[in-house]
């Protein structure tokens, strides 16, 4: 069958016959009868999707006149659209061909790029200019080579610095070809993970397999197209990651921030209530709590684990308090059973920012399940990163997942009828496809991490530094590798003369920052405030290698004096 799809924007359209051949037939043409009938008439009778816009009557009464069968559609799936003088019945199927010929760029109005389109052709132009980077690197290598009568490898540009390198030049060249060669290689590592990016939102589909080009888009951006429409369905409803994490309900958001603030207002907790939060941790904790209207109470951390100290939450609880905000700090579980327990003795909701501990184990059942309510971020540097901001929240409670459902877009259950007021925190298609893959390989990547973790204990055992502890009963996926040290700005400061980068975490415990300081009148947090001054993270990601985890050492080895008997 063919479609052809008229975009009405302004007074310029661009018709395009999406054939079953896989053939694009562009034209660009004024909004007019006798254009349309020098297009379209003398072509077969075909079936016409006409975008949904006020301009749509009049256009769909002159292809009538030309013998075409004419459907109104819209191609974000409206069942009905309404025209001055009649009401066109809209069929699914015919929409759902609309919004694909849109994907996949046969039909492209410009004012209705779609965040996936941007991201991808954003993508692909970032690495067109890569490739013309790299260009420009071999034509300068080889005039380097040509003018010292050197011979010049042939081959593709992939392998060229490899080749150039096995020709043993001497000193002199090879001290003007090296920092070519450098740049190319990281040039192919760019490369290398922006192909990556481009693959994983890419598979075989039948529906793309047909269309050989596409005009200015290009065969593997139009399958990630209609690819990311499939995963992204797939991750919206969340079965896979609520199967991995033993819940029944998991909404996708917009990031993790936004976790909290729905989580929150899904729970009923605003105005007059408290809510029970570590000090030591990132600043969305505390700042949800505030932002839906409650009272943030700051209780100190365990000195080992940096999570909530239980024996300081019970003795924040009062008559106010509404909940408690475990955070599983950089990868270790909070002592979820002894928390549950204070909870379940005064009746109060347990909201886990599991943020940073995706994957993590609490005797035996994963984290972010073990509450009222679990909150995701995917934000790219967590275990699970996606490729720009994304979150999710998870739930075994009903009630609790169709409100944040509805908060999550604009407080409605149907289109246009809102019920009360939400906000615009919908999980970005191309995030929802690019997660959907990397959560296939997330256990491997926590193996890996605790594969590091353990390397660095071994060669930092001798030396005077505070080592990550794993209580028990907890399984921790490391998501950064923090250490304690009696003079961190040293090292720190010795680090990055070696170029080791390193990175402070919450140099500031919360109830010291200024939007906190109103709800910090009364307490201690002695353990908040030392981990402050003294954690420091040190590299690690899980494609870092032995000897990456041995100069490290080695470099904290020449600052840090070893450890006492």
Not at 42 to 68: D, F, Q
Not at 461 to 481: K, M, N, Q, R
Not at 491 to 500: G, K
Request: glycine letters at 8%.
């Amino acid at each position: 069958m063919e479609y052809v799809g008229i975009d009405l924007h302004k007074k310029e359209s661009q018709i395009c016959l999406l054939m079953e051949t896989g053939e694009v037939i562009e034209r660009r043409i004024r909004t007019e009868p006798q254009r349309f009938a020098e297009v379209l008439g003398g072509r077969p009778r075909a079936r016409i999707l006409i975008e949904a816009s006020t301009e749509s009557e009049w256009v769909a009464r002159c292809l009538e006149a030309l013998g075409h069968e004419v459907v109104v559609a819209d191609p974000n799936f409206a069942p009905m659209y309404a025209t001055r003088t009649r009401k066109v019945k809209t069929d699914r199927r015919d929409a759902r061909a609309l919004q694909e010929a849109c994907l996949l760029g046969a039909y492209r109005p410009a004012h209705r790029l779609s965040d996936a389109q941007r991201h991808v052709r954003g993508r692909l132009a970032v690495r067109d200019a890569l490739v013309r980077t790299r260009t420009g690197y071999i034509a300068l290598t080889r005039a380097l080579l040509r003018r010292h009568g050197w011979r010049v490898p042939t081959g593709s540009a992939e392998t060229f610095s490899r080749r150039v390198m096995a020709l043993s030049l001497p000193g002199r060249l090879l001290s003007e070809v090296a920092p070519l060669l450098a740049a190319m290689r990281t040039v192919n590592q760019q490369l290398a993970y922006s192909d990556g990016v481009i693959e994983a939102v890419t598979r075989p589909d039948a529906r793309v397999q047909r269309l050989r080009t596409v005009p200015s888009v290009g065969p593997v951006t139009a399958a990630a197209f209609v690819a990311t429409i499939d995963d992204a369905q797939r991750f919206h409803r969340a079965h896979e990651v609520a199967a991995y994490l033993g819940v029944r309900h998991a909404v996708g958001l917009g990031s993790g921030t936004d976790a909290l603030i729905l989580g929150l207002r899904a729970l009923g907790i605003g105005p007059g209530d408290e809510v029970i939060v570590p000090s030591y941790t990132f600043f969305a904790t505390a700042e949800a709590v505030m932002l839906v209207g409650a009272d943030p109470v700051f209780v100190d951390v365990d000195p080992d684990t940096y999570c909530l100290d239980v024996g300081d939450v019970a003795r924040h609880v009062t008559a106010r308090t509404r909940a408690i905000i475990p955070v599983h700090l950089y990868g270790h579980p909070a002592d979820m059973t002894r928390l549950r327990e204070v909870a379940a003795a005064h009746r109060l909701r347990v909201v886990e920012d599991n943020a940073q501990a995706l994957g993590a184990d609490w005797r035996g059942r994963k984290t972010g399940g073990l509450g009222d309510l679990g909150c995701l971020s995917f934000y790219p540097s967590k275990n699970l990163g996606a490729y720009g901001d994304a979150g999710m929240a998870v739930t075994n409670d009903d009630t609790v997942a169709e409100q944040l459902r509805m908060l999550r877009t604009h407080g409605w259950r149907r289109k246009y009828h809102p019920e009360m007021l939400g906000y615009n925190s919908r999980l970005d298609e191309m995030q929802a496809a690019i997660l959907r893959v990397k959560l296939r390989h997330l256990d491997a990547w926590t193996r890996r991490r605790v594969e590091l973790a353990a390397a660095y204990a071994q060669r930092l055992a001798s030396l005077d530094i505070g080592l990550p502890t794993v209580g028990e009963g907890a399984t921790h996926v490391f998501h950064v590798y923090v250490v304690r040290l009696r003079d961190r700005q040293a090292v720190e400061a010795h680090l990055q003369a070696r170029e080791i980068g390193t990175a402070v975490y919450y140099p500031r415990p919360l109830h010291d920052l200024e939007p906190c300081r109103p709800f910090a009148k009364n307490g201690a947090w002695p353990h908040s405030e030392a981990a402050s001054r003294e954690t420091l993270a040190l590299p690690f990601f899980p494609e870092m290698t032995q000897a990456q985890v041995d100069a490290v050492a080695a470099a904290l080895a020449d600052v840090v004096p070893r450890r006492t008997r």
